[in-house]
């Protein structure tokens, strides 16, 4: 009797330990991130008139609205260069096999070069360094050496079947 009770309350705690364990795997390992918490377009991707050159130009990217927000990986990865330059002020490039991800007008980098990092980990601050007209993120995907639409490739990320 008091042997089967014991055996009973071990099974019960391996059991606990295990679902447990599953649980916290899988809140700690997000697959799939959005780049910012809040997401809020305001420029698409596409020909538009550039609010600084006023020229016609291919927007690489899409805008979205931030205050000093963490800026986070989309998907597992690797940082693949960061740094400044006088576009996208400093930036963030993460490579995702084929994919690359891009995140600009930062105000600070978290992250080094060849840094791993995991979906929905801080890499950054967003901020309004490079061409700007105000604070940003600005968010790219390339897909082998072509920009392809963000947003296509976040929905087709989150909703497969579609
Ligand atoms: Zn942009």
């Given at each position: 009797m008091k042997r089967s009770l014991f055996a009973c309350s071990l099974l019960f705690t391996l059991l606990l330990c295990k679902t447990g364990f599953a649980i916290a795997s899988d809140t700690t390992k997000k697959q799939i991130s959005l780049p910012l918490i809040n997401l809020r377009l305001t420029s698409g991707f596409g020909y538009r008139i550039h609010p600084i050159t006023k020229q016609h130009d291919l927007h690489k990217g899409i805008d979205l609205s931030a205050r000093c927000d963490p800026v986070l990986s989309?998907?597992?990865?690797?940082?693949t260069d960061t740094g400044y330059n006088?576009?996208?002020?400093?930036y963030v490039r993460i490579g995702h096999g084929e994919f690359q991800s891009i995140y600009g007008h930062l105000s600070q980098i978290l992250v080094g070069r060849d840094e791993p990092v995991e979906a929905g980990q801080p890499i950054a601050v967003t901020g309004a360094t490079g061409r700007v007209t105000g604070e940003h993120l600005h968010f790219s995907i390339k897909f082998k050496d072509r920009y392809i639409n963000p947003l296509h490739f976040l929905s087709s990320l989150l909703l497969p079947e579609q």
């Open positions: 989309i998907l597992k990865g690797r940082i006088p576009v996208l002020g400093n």
